[in-house]
């Protein structure tokens, strides 16, 4: 059984440039989550994928936008980069019903500069 | 809005104490509680889940308990060791207002464990 696995694992981009970050979700797991976490805050949540389907917003502008794809796997973009946008982008899967444990990746680390 | 809180924000330990990290949250409506073990500028690892008809649950040297009614729970770490040097979060999933599928996490407690 594979875990959440993300890539790449660190990028820096300019400000105004656009992002792609990936995730594949643990084997089994149809729900994908997207956080953010700032230097030293808590993650943030991004929003939640479910069977390709948003499920669920943070309060995040509309230039993050994500897909999940028949496997499951999952992507974040971000439109118009910022340099408050520079943080850890977590990806989780779970299976979709509710009392379940979520499984993280190990974290994208984007810098906007 | 689900809020949560985890005190304190930092703490220093010999090795071998035992330590307990609390965490609130304001609304009890929730499906589970998760705490997490995050290592510097790492993904998340999850340690314990208590659903919201539990009290408590145990792994190794690790015991969370839940106390739904008063939005409180947890971790217990016995006999600490250097290699419990993390920082722990606290999340929970749910909530009656917007809680959802969604995990709302705290700040986080930042464990130093020295020799």
């Known amino acids: 059984e594979t875990g959440v696995t993300q890539s790449p694992t660190h990028l820096i981009k300019t400000r105004g440039q656009q992002v792609t970050l990936r995730c594949s979700s643990q084997?089994?797991?149809?729900?994908v989550s997207w956080y953010q976490q700032a230097l030293g805050q808590g993650p943030q949540f991004i929003f939640q994928y479910y069977r390709e389907e948003e499920n669920g917003r943070g309060n995040f502008p509309p230039r993050f936008s994500g897909l999940q794809f028949p496997n499951y796997s999952s992507e974040l973009n971000v439109n118009a980069l910022e340099l408050d946008d520079s943080a850890l982008y977590l990806c989780?899967?779970?299976?979709?019903?509710?009392?379940?444990?979520?499984?993280f990746g190990q974290g994208t680390r984007l810098t906007v500069v | 809005k689900q809020e949560v809180t985890q005190i304190p924000a930092a703490l220093s330990v010999p090795e071998g104490e035992n330590l307990v990290l609390n965490c609130s949250f304001t609304d009890s409506a929730i499906y589970n509680l998760q705490w997490f073990r995050q290592d510097p500028g790492k993904g998340l690892t999850s340690l314990l889940l208590i659903q919201s008809s539990q009290r408590e649950q145990t792994s190794g040297r690790l015991n969370a308990s839940l106390d739904k009614s008063s939005g409180r729970s947890t971790l217990y770490i016995a006999a600490s060791q250097p290699g419990d040097s993390a920082t722990y979060l606290c999340?929970?999933?749910?909530?009656?207002w917007g809680g959802g599928n969604k995990l709302t996490f705290g700040t986080g407690t930042q464990l130093k464990v020295e020799l």
């Open positions: 084997s089994g797991h149809n729900t």
């Open positions: 989780a899967s779970s299976p979709f019903i509710t009392n379940t444990e979520a499984f």
């Open positions: 999340a929970v999933k749910g909530g009656l």
